[in-house]
C-alpha cells in the first residue's frame, strides 16, 4: 500500500514542483500587470508608499481616512500616510505597546492571517527610471506591489534564527545557492557564483574572521576549508578551538542582516535590530543599516525603542507612534524640532529629541488625572498630523494608490514547442534536485556535527541497555524459560518506550528549533515542504536508527531473548523511525520548542497506555469502543511491542529445567494471562495475538510511519504562517 502510494505521489509532487517553479519563473516577467507608469520630471523620487494604512479590530465600512469610520477603541493602527525615499533610513518610535511592530508587519504585508484584524489602505513602492534618448530629462514612474516571495523585501525579525551548527559562510552559501535556483540559473558557474556572493556577504558585514566558526558555539574549524568550511584541508592549520559560546550577539545580529540582503530586496525592514546588545553593538548595527540603505538605494525601516543620540542622527526619517496607534508625526527628522516647536512642544537643546518626542507620547498610567492630560495632549499631536498630512495630500505631495492596469505584454499568449516544455519540466526536476541535495547536506551537518549530543545519545542506549539486563535478571542464559515469561514482556515493552522516547523529544527540540530558519526561506519561496521535509528524513532518520541498533545489539548480548538479533533490531530502528515520523508530523503544527512538547509528551502518554499490552490477558469479548480502536491504530508504541512479542514467542518451547514434576508450576506465573500456559504460542494466544504476524504487524508500523510522513508535509504545507494581503482592491 505504501509503495502504491509513493509510486502515485512521486510524480505528481515532480510535476506540481516544476509548475509552480515555472510560476515563481514567470512572476519576474509579469509582475509589470500590476503596475502604474508615469512620466514625470527629473527631479521626482522612489521609494516605499502608504496611503490611509490602518489597521482594526472590525472592517471598517466608509473611507478609513475618516475620523467615524469606527470606535477609536477599534483601531490597533490609525490609519495614516507616509512615505520612505529610496536610500534613507526610517526609524518608528514610540512607547511600549504603541504599534510599532504592528506598523512595520503592514508595511511587509506580514500581518497573520488568523490575527483577528482588517487592514486598510494600501502599500506600493515606487521605482523611478530614467528615460533616455529626450531633449528634456525626464523619469519613467513604476508603481507596484512588493512580494517577500519573490525577494523584493527582507525582514529582519527581533529574534536571529540559524542552524548553530553551521557557520556563518555554509549558511550565506546556501541562502546564495537557493536564491541561484529560484532565478534559475542552472549554468555550470552557479557553484562559484554562489561561493562569491557569500565572501562578499561576509566582507561587507565584517564576517571574514568568524566566517568558519560555528554559530551555536566558538568552535574554529579552519579557515580555508573545503567543503563549505566543514573538513579543513591538509595543508592547513586548524585554529585553536573555543569553548566559551559562538558568534557574538552582535556578530550573530550582522549574520542576520547578511541573510536578509541575499536577495538583493527592494525595501529592507527591521523589527527592533538592537534587541540584546549593548549601546556600542546597537550603534554598529544602526549605521550599518543605514549604510546598506544608502549604497544599495533601497528605503530601510526598523522600529526602535528610546535610541540614543548617535543613533538618532542616523535616521534619515521617523514615524512617531502614540498609543493606540496613533501617528503623530511622520517625516524628515531635520524637520521634526521646528515642527513640535510649531506646535508649543520646544524640545531642550540639552536633550535628545528622540527621548523627549516619546515622553511627548507617553501615558502616565500610575497617576489618573495626568493619563487624561496625556491623552488629550496626544489626540491634539494626532489631529494636527492628520491635518498636515491632508495638505500634503492635496498638494500632490502624498500620492493615491496605484491602480492595477495590465501591461499590454502580460496579455501575449506564450507558445512553447514540445521540445521547450520538455527542456523546462528537466531544469525544474534538476533545480529540485539540486535543492535537495543542499537541504540534506544542511541536515547532515547539523546532526552529525552536535558531538555531545550523539555521544550522550550513544552513552544512553548502551547504559539503559545494561539496566534493561540487570533489572530483568531472569533473562539469562540457564535460567527458567517459564519464570522469566512476565520479564521478557515486560523487558521488551520498556525497551520500545525507551527508544520512542528518546527519539521523539530529540525530533520535537531539533524540528521547533529549526522551524524559524524554515519559515523565513518558505516566505521566499526558497523551497517546498516537501524537499525540505525529504532531506530531514534521509538526514536524521539513519543516525536515530544506529542508536536503536546499539540498544538492540546490547541488549540481545547481555540476556538470553529467544528473538533474533536482526528482528530486535529491525524492530527498534523501525520504532525509531515511527517516532521521528510523528515528531515531525507534532512540530508541523506548532511553532515553539515549548509548544511543541507540551502537545508531544501528552500524545506519548496516550499512545503508551493504549499501546501496551495487558497483562492480565485479552478476552475475545472485549471489544475496545471506536476511540480506543482509533487510538490503538495510530499508536506507534502497540504496532512495535506487538511486534517483538509476536517475535520472542511464536513456537517457543519451554526447556527441560521446566519439564519436572513440580518446576513447571513452581516456574510459571501464578496471576493473569500468563498463568499456567503451555508454549509460547498460548502465551501469545492469551495476549490476544494467536493469529498475529511479525511482517504484518512490521507493515502496519511502515504504513503507520508514512502517515505521519504525509500529515507531516500536510502541516508544513497548510499550517505555516498565512498574512493578510494589504494590496487594495480596486
Not at 207 to 226: E, H, M, P, Q
Not at 240 to 263: D, F, H, Q
Not at 681 to 703: D, P, R, T
Amino acid at each position: 500500500m505504501l509503495q502504491r502510494l509513493v509510486t502515485v505521489l512521486l510524480p505528481a509532487w515532480i510535476m506540481v514542483s516544476v509548475n509552480a517553479s515555472e510560476n515563481r519563473g514567470s512572476l519576474g516577467d509579469s509582475s509589470a500587470a500590476d503596475v502604474d507608469t508615469d512620466n514625470t520630471k527629473g527631479d521626482h523620487k522612489g521609494g516605499l508608499w502608504w496611503s490611509d494604512l490602518g489597521i482594526s479590530l472590525e472592517p471598517c465600512d466608509k473611507d478609513a481616512s475618516d475620523d467615524g469610520c469606527l470606535d477609536d477603541s477599534m483601531w490597533l493602527l490609525h490609519p495614516s500616510s507616509g512615505f520612505v525615499e529610496d536610500g534613507t533610513l526610517c526609524g518608528i518610535l514610540g512607547p511600549s505597546g504603541a504599534g510599532k511592530t504592528t506598523l512595520l508587519n503592514a508595511l511587509g504585508g506580514t500581518t497573520p492571517r488568523g490575527s483577528g484584524v482588517f487592514i486598510t489602505g494600501s502599500v506600493w513602492y515606487e521605482e523611478i527610471l530614467p528615460l533616455e534618448d529626450t531633449d528634456i530629462p525626464r523619469q519613467m514612474s513604476h508603481r507596484h506591489h512588493l512580494s517577500q516571495q519573490d525577494g523584493d523585501i527582507a525582514i529582519l525579525s527581533q529574534h536571529d534564527n540559524f542552524f548553530a551548527m553551521l557557520t556563518p559562510r555554509e549558511s550565506l552559501e546556501l541562502a546564495s545557492y537557493l536564491e541561484f535556483l529560484k532565478q534559475k540559473k542552472n549554468d555550470a558557474t552557479i557553484k562559484d557564483n554562489h561561493k562569491q556572493v557569500a565572501q562578499r556577504k561576509l566582507s561587507l558585514l565584517g564576517l571574514s574572521s568568524v566566517a568558519d566558526r560555528r554559530i551555536g558555539d566558538r568552535t574554529k574549524i579552519g579557515a580555508n576549508t573545503g567543503g563549505g568550511g566543514w573538513i579543513p584541508k591538509a595543508n592547513k592549520v586548524i585554529s585553536k578551538v573555543r569553548t566559551n559560546g559562538g558568534l557574538s550577539g552582535g556578530e550573530r545580529r550582522r549574520l542576520s542582516v547578511a541573510l536578509e540582503l541575499i536577495t538583493e530586496p527592494k525595501i529592507f525592514l527591521a523589527d527592533e535590530p538592537t534587541t540584546g546588545l549593548d549601546s556600542a553593538q546597537a550603534e554598529k548595527v544602526v549605521k550599518l543599516i543605514a549604510v546598506l540603505a544608502k549604497e544599495r538605494s533601497v528605503p530601510s525601516i526598523c522600529t526602535l525603542h528610546q535610541p540614543k543620540s548617535t543613533i538618532w542622527q542616523t535616521l534619515d526619517s521617523f514615524v512617531l507612534l502614540a498609543p493606540g496607534g496613533k501617528v503623530c508625526y511622520a517625516g524628515k527628522r531635520k524637520d521634526a524640532v521646528s515642527y513640535f516647536k510649531d506646535l508649543g512642544y520646544d524640545c531642550p537643546h540639552d536633550v535628545n529629541p528622540s527621548e523627549y518626542f516619546i515622553d511627548l507620547v507617553t501615558v502616565d498610567t500610575e497617576d489618573v488625572e495626568q493619563a487624561i492630560v496625556d491623552k488629550k495632549r496626544i489626540d491634539v499631536l494626532h489631529r494636527r498630523f492628520l491635518e498636515s498630512s491632508a495638505m500634503k495630500n492635496n498638494t500632490g505631495a502624498i500620492k493615491p494608490p496605484p491602480q492595477k492596469v495590465r501591461s499590454s505584454f502580460s496579455l501575449r499568449r506564450r507558445r512553447f514547442s514540445m521540445s521547450s516544455m520538455v527542456r523546462a519540466q528537466l531544469n525544474g526536476f534538476t533545480c529540485i534536485c539540486r535543492r535537495f541535495y543542499a537541504l540534506l547536506r544542511r541536515s547532515w551537518r547539523q546532526n552529525s556535527r552536535n558531538l555531545q549530543v550523539n555521544f550522550i545519545r550513544l552513552s544512553a542506549s548502551v547504559v539503559q541497555a545494561y539496566l534493561f539486563s540487570t533489572i530483568f535478571s531472569s533473562i539469562q542464559e540457564g535460567k527458567s524459560v517459564t519464570k522469566s515469561i512476565a520479564d521478557r514482556v515486560a523487558l521488551l515493552t520498556y525497551g520500545v518506550i525507551n527508544m520512542s522516547m528518546m527519539s521523539l523529544m530529540k525530533t520535537l527540540d531539533l524540528f521547533a528549533r529549526e522551524r524559524g530558519v524554515v519559515t523565513r526561506e518558505q516566505m521566499r519561496n526558497d523551497y517546498s515542504s516537501l524537499e525540505y521535509l525529504l532531506a530531514k528524513v534521509v538526514a536524521e532518520m539513519p543516525l536515530d536508527a544506529v542508536f536503536s541498533w546499539v540498544f538492540a545489539l546490547v541488549l540481545k548480548h547481555l540476556t538470553s531473548l529467544r528473538t533474533s538479533l536482526a528482528d530486535l533490531a529491525k524492530t527498534y530502528c523501525l520504532m525509531t523511525v515511527a517516532s521521528v515520523s510523528l515528531g515531525f508530523a507534532i512540530g508541523s503544527v506548532t511553532s515553539t520548542v515549548e509548544s511543541a512538547m507540551s502537545v508531544g509528551v501528552p500524545v506519548m502518554v496516550i499512545f503508551m497506555i493504549v499501546g501496551v499490552i495487558n497483562p492480565s490477558g485479552v478476552s475475545s469479548d472485549d471489544t475496545p469502543n471506536f476511540v480506543m480502536s482509533f487510538l490503538r491504530n495510530l499508536s506507534p508504541i502497540r504496532w512495535a511491542i506487538e511486534a517483538v512479542v509476536t517475535a520472542e514467542f511464536r513456537d517457543m518451547t519451554f526447556g527441560e529445567k521446566d519439564r519436572g514434576r513440580w518446576g513447571k508450576l513452581k516456574n510459571l506465573p501464578k496471576m493473569g494471562g500468563l498463568a499456567l500456559v503451555k508454549d509460547g504460542n498460548e502465551v501469545l494466544a492469551n495476549l490476544g495475538l494467536a493469529h498475529a504476524s511479525y511482517s504484518g504487524l512490521m507493515s502496519n508500523l511502515a504504513i503507520l510511519s508514512g502517515v505521519y510522513l504525509v500529515s507531516s508535509w500536510l502541516g508544513l504545507c497548510f499550517c505555516g504562517p498565512k498574512f493578510i494581503n494589504v494590496a487594495p482592491n480596486r
